[in-house]
């Protein structure tokens, strides 16, 4: 369960960004709406009450409903009949897909990565591990989960394919959910930071070929850890191995 610090940052940080209101009403209200869902501040299975979010946003309803309805499309909420609108539950055949469907771009992505990189891409690269480290010492780790996915985003920028990373933001979603509900798990951070060193590494030495590799490995080895995890708790129905 999403802890009530994390909850209060949350509600904070909506504010802010409605303040600011930078891009689309909706495109807002989609973002902390999915935000909520993934770090399990909608549980599973949770209503979604969309007349209580437009109150408590200060908005219609009309950009709740349509941001419901685009996270339907992303089978992270249910429109039922009789039950009305939930969080979707858990559905591991969903996480599956999406970590082949991330494995696949992100090992390609990384291997135009390694043929266009600088040491100005290395020492970014360098710079967001630091910062990950640092957030993980303060026991942060909602903040090292941003920054694990700074990391990976930090790469499709150099590979200069933006619009994979975007593919693989919508995708990942049911991979993030398990993420935010297992934290932390202890001895995942040092792996994930040692699979990262790998990755740079590689990208220094500009070797498409052990890049690919260490990036096959950072995420088998992820996606591995959420197996675990489900198998370790009440989501007892077949998990897919790698």
């Known amino acids: 369960m999403v802890s009530r610090t994390l909850t209060r940052g949350l509600r904070v940080a909506a504010a802010v960004r409605l303040a600011a209101r930078p891009s689309s009403l909706g495109a807002q209200i989609y973002g902390i709406v999915r935000a909520r869902i993934l770090t399990g501040e909608i549980a599973p299975g949770a209503v979604i009450d969309e007349k209580a979010i437009a109150m408590e946003l200060g908005v219609s309803r009309t950009p709740v409903r349509e941001a419901v309805k685009k996270l339907s499309d992303e089978n992270l909420v249910e429109v039922k009949a009789q039950s009305g609108t939930l969080a979707s539950r858990i559905n591991r055949k969903l996480i599956h897909e999406a970590y082949l469907i991330r494995r696949a771009l992100e090992v390609e992505n990384i291997g135009h990565a390694a043929v266009r990189v600088s040491m100005t891409d290395i020492k970014a690269l360098e710079d967001i591990n630091s910062r990950h480290v640092a957030a993980l010492q303060r026991h942060r780790f909602v903040e090292a989960i941003g920054l694990d996915d700074e990391f990976h985003r930090q790469i499709s920028e150099i590979s200069d394919l933006p619009q994979l990373w975007q ?9 993030d959910r398990c993420r ?17 060193r790998a990755i740079i ?15 096959k490995d950072h ?7 959420i197996v675990d995890f489900l198998l370790s708790t009440d989501h007892e129905a077949h998990v897919p191995m790698i």
């Open 201 to 215: 590494d590689a990208l220094a030495g500009q070797s498409a070929a052990k890049a690919r590799k260490a990036m």
């Open 180 to 196: 935010y509900m297992n934290l932390p798990r202890p001895g995942q951070a040092e792996i994930t930071l040692k699979q990262h």
């Open 219 to 225: 995420l088998d080895m992820s996606y591995q850890g």
């Open 167 to 175: 593919v693989v933001v919508v995708s990942k979603a049911h991979l």
